[in-house]
């Protein structure tokens, strides 16, 4: 299964049983994913990362190498971003612990069926894509926060020309400085007071302004 628009789902398998491996791979073709590299080492599913940059990984725990699983799992969750499924026939509460530290998107015990295998595969692109818009969500309200308090708190003002003193204690006119703190643009007017200041015998109206 796959999203309406979005390209199917490029998946590194890490088993270290071949005949595994290979059914995990025609199982996951079955569903429509692409399997960009099947290894058998921590030390390999670091270098199929940097190569392939899949989507998704499906990590058995008890795998060639001195790094098992897990640890691998880490460095890949650290380093790359990316959703890590376990899958494994050793359960024990250690061993669950251990995982658990890693924030994995899912846990799958062999023997499995292929059912199995795709809801968690699903289930994992899913959160992974929640995961994700949530944080732009928060990147963009911490923006919005930022540029809203450029201009809160005390502005130094000048009582007699109206410049503005900023934090490094230059004085600029207050449209330059409000044009260099905010997204505001200024278009220029002269209000109906100025205006029967500046050209009494035209504006005797005090609501004409020009502009």
Known sequence: MQFEGISPARILVVEDEPNVAEVMRARLESFGYVVCSIVSSGKDALNAMEQWHPDIVIMDIKIHGDMDGIESARLIRAQFDVPVIYITSFVDDKLLKRAQITEP???????????????????????????????????????????????????????????????????????????????????????????????????????????
């Open 105 to 211: 998107f899912g846990y799958i015990i062999k023997p499995y069926d292929g059912r199995q295998l795709q809801v968690a595969v699903e289930m994992a692109i899913f959160k992974h894509r929640l995961d994700r818009e949530r944080q732009q969500v928060v990147a963009d309200l911490q923006k919005a926060l930022a540029e809203v308090k450029k201009l809160s708190g005390l502005l130094p003002i000048c009582a007699s020309c109206k410049k503005i003193r900023d934090d490094k204690g230059y004085w600029e006119q207050v449209e330059a400085y409000i044009k260099k703190n905010s997204e505001a643009e200024f278009t220029h007017s002269i209000c109906p007071e100025c205006a029967r200041k500046l050209y009494p015998d035209i504006f005797t109206n005090s609501s004409t302004t020009i502009g």
